[in-house]
Every structure is written in C-alpha cells, then in structure tokens.
Nanobody, 126 residues
Framework: QVQLAESGGGSVQAGGSLRLSCQLSGRTRSVNGISWFRHTPTRQREWVACIFTPDGSKYYADSVKGRFTMSQDNAKNTVHLQMSSLTPEDAGTYYC???????????????????WGQGTQVTVAS
C-alpha cells in the first residue's frame, strides 16, 4: 500500500504562484509514476502532470506546459508541483496519484492509478 498526502493549496491572485507538495509513505519503492490531477467545475477531472520516478522524466498537459513544473525529492519521498502564472481556469481541487504499473506509468487515464491523496484546494482570484 502507498499513502499520499497533498499540501500547499490556498488562494492566490491571477498571475501568482503556488507550490503543491505530495508526501508519499508506505511501499514507495514500488511506485513508478506519480501524477497530479485536478477537478474543476468546467473540465471535471483533468490530468495535469506526471513524473516517471525511475528516471525523473516529466510530462505535462498542454494547458500547463511552461507554467507548471514537477520535481521530486527522493530523500523526503515527496513530489512538488510548482505552479506559476495561475489563472482562474487553474482553480480546483488538486490530487496526486501514484501507480506501481511498469508500463504506462505516466498515463492520463485516472483508473490506472491505484493510490490517491485526499486533495488540496487551489483558488485563483481574477
């Protein structure tokens, strides 16, 4: 089992920045991919970004490319999502999710992730 806990959400003005964190615990060595998803009123669940933990490769949705950056701190079993140039369209609940699958570890298909955090809220004021 793998447990995930998000933190770092909050309120920010449009154009501002936030950094989300996802702390992993449990069988973290079995994790191959960690993604961020978000639930928004307009797009419902949307895949945002992923890091393939064995080699650190990162993938981003077109909607956030160039504005969001994922990173991992292996010593702390934590991944971060640095979000910049935020717009009201970025507001929503952000979830981190992990998979132990050995193929398609950074897919956009949410059911492929067995482990989910409880989410953290991001509000962006225009």
């Amino acid at each position: 089992q793998v447990q995930l806990a998000e933190s770092g959400g909050g309120s920010v003005q449009a154009g501002g920045s936030l950094r989300l964190s996802c702390q992993l615990s449990g069988r973290t060595r079995s994790v191959n991919g960690i993604s961020w998803f978000r639930h928004t009123p307009t797009r419902q669940r949307e895949w945002v970004a992923c890091i393939f933990t064995p080699d650190g490769s990162k993938y981003y949705a077109d909607s956030v490319k160039g504005r969001f950056t994922m990173s991992q701190d292996n010593a702390k079993n934590t991944v971060h999502l640095q979000m910049s140039s935020l717009t009201p369209e970025d507001a929503g609940t952000y979830y981190c999710a992990a998979t132990t699958r050995t193929s398609g570890s950074c897919g956009e298909w949410a059911p492929g992730y067995a482990y989910w955090g409880q989410g953290t809220q991001v509000t962006v004021a225009s």
